[in-house]
């Protein structure tokens, strides 16, 4: 799921990130541009026309943190609205402070309803709960055999009619109390009929197995591919039996996501759980923020931008950027840059996460110990010498190695890394991909690359 949407965004920033500045224009260009991504994305219109309105009001009126470049900026914000779009805070079951709590869960045919049920069991009873299966779908014998081989395989118990007794759905979730105290279950899960399509016959049934089970939680189950039409469904739903939630089954198909995206703010109900595949484990909590991260695409250049926040000044690297450019970088401004770096914390980790980063660079081991050393070699070096690395002969190697408390081939080594630093940011800015020397580590403390 979101697989197209994912790469529409991806687009969109890649162009924003090598922005200096956004105008007015810039920013309504990219609302444009995501407006129609969403729509793509099947997400419901109404929920498309706010979700823009919000992003642009907030980055117009951004103003400008000097830590974030207007690209990063906007990112944020539409990272941040599609969290709230996606239901802000994970999703929770309710408990019933008097046990048994009780799960209902209902909707369409074929929407996932019966293997949601199973996959909750799984899940509460690896929480340490002692769930009970109520078998309440009796339109088709072979829904009640479902329910019972999950069960079995679970080890939890099903509830279902007597044999031969009659097929009423209310009777079986009535006796379903009696079973749980019988059997010692905190938490009842009701599996209720659907039908291809709403329709009050279904919603009868299902209004009366509720007036028997007063669900603490009545939850809907939509199948991801079921599109915008979703919406609809769940507001049917709601209408009949109250919902306090949904749960988004097959997000491991190649839905759009426009369902996933629309349900909460058309709705008002939050997703609790989504379904990602067949098998009884594939089934999640629903996070909205690592959801929207998914759908960015760029989950780790969102933790990036959030330590680069806290850490670093873009004015500061657009100044170092600028030296770069014109090839006046020294190694001054290596030990500002690598220092920048280090308040982001382990470095081996952000070369990791900055996008657009030659592979060759993102494995790249980072040693700290060998930071605290070239801090200390730069250092040792007067002005002078750091600003022109040439003047660096075999007497004041010696003198900044003993200065240092390390060895002239540690000296080599950086001074070695720094010319290499230099060439491959004079190959970036004519626009060129670094590569580095076959067998050479990344000197620490390089310098952030123009992405
Ligand atoms: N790929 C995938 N298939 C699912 C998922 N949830 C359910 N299914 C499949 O969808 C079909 C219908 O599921 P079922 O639970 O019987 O739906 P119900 O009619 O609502 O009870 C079955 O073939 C399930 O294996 C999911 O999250 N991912
Ligand atoms: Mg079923």
Redesign the pocket.
């Known amino acids: 799921m979101f697989d197209a949407l994912s790469d529409r965004f991806e687009g969109i920033f890649k162009r924003l990130r090598g922005r200096g500045v956004l105008t007015e224009a810039d920013i309504d260009e990219v609302a444009r541009e995501i407006r129609l991504a969403l729509l793509e994305a099947d997400v419901n219109v109404r929920v498309v026309k706010s979700f823009i309105g919000r992003v642009k009001e907030r980055a117009h009126g951004a103003d400008v943190a000097k830590s974030l470049t207007p690209g990063q900026q906007v990112i944020k914000i539409v990272h941040e609205e599609l969290v709230a779009t996606l239901g802000g805070t994970s999703g929770k079951l309710a408990m019933n402070p008097k046990p048994p709590t009780v799960v209902m869960l209902a909707?369409?045919?074929?929407?996932?309803?019966?293997?949601?049920?199973g996959?909750l069991a799984r899940l509460l009873k690896s929480q340490g709960l002692q769930p009970l299966l109520v078998a309440a779908?009796l339109q088709r014998p072979a829904?009640v055999e479902?329910l019972r081989v999950l069960g079995q395989r679970l080890d939890v118990p099903v509830h279902t009619a007597p044999e031969g007794g009659p097929a009423d759905p209310v009777a079986v979730a009535r006796t379903a109390f009696d079973e749980a105290a019988r059997l010692g279950r905190n938490v009842v899960i009701v599996?209720t009929a659907?039908r291809l399509q709403v329709d009050t016959a279904l919603m009868d049934e299902l209004r009366a197995v509720r007036d028997v089970v007063k669900p603490t939680n009545s939850l809907l189950?939509v199948?991801a591919m079921t599109g915008q039409e979703a919406v609809n469904v769940a507001s049917a739903f709601d209408e009949a039996i109250g919902l306090d939630g949904v749960v988004l089954?097959?997000?491991?198909?190649d839905a759009r996501g426009g369902a996933a995206l629309s349900v909460k703010e058309v709705v008002g109900r939050p997703i609790l759980f989504?379904?990602?595949?067949?098998k009884l484990e594939?089934?999640e909590p629903f996070h909205p923020d690592r959801m929207a991260s998914r759908i960015l695409g760029m989950g780790d250049v969102l933790s990036l931008i959030e330590k680069a926040e806290a850490a670093f000044d873009a004015t500061e690297a657009a100044a170092a950027e600028e030296k770069l450019r014109k090839g006046q970088f020294t190694l001054d401004d290596f030990l500002d840059q690598m220092q920048q770096v280090r308040k982001m914390g382990p470095l081996g980790n952000i070369m990791k996460m900055l996008p657009g980063m030659p592979k060759e660079l993102k494995g790249a081991e980072v040693d700290e110990g060998q930071l605290a050393r070239i801090e200390a070699i730069i250092r040792s070096m007067t002005p002078a010498e750091r600003r022109d690395p040439s003047l660096i002969g075999g007497s004041r190697r010696l003198r900044i190695a003993k200065g240092s408390g390390t060895s002239t081939q540690d000296v080599n080594a950086l001074l070695k890394q720094f010319k290499v630093v230099q060439q491959m940011m004079r190959s970036i800015a004519g626009g060129k991909r670094p590569k580095l020397p076959a067998g050479m580590n990344l000197p620490p403390g390089m310098p952030g690359l123009p992405g």
């Open positions: 909707g369409l045919q074929g929407s996932g309803k019966t293997t949601a049920a996959k779908d829904a479902q599996d659907g189950v199948d089954t097959k997000i491991d198909g989504v379904g990602t595949g067949e594939d089934f």
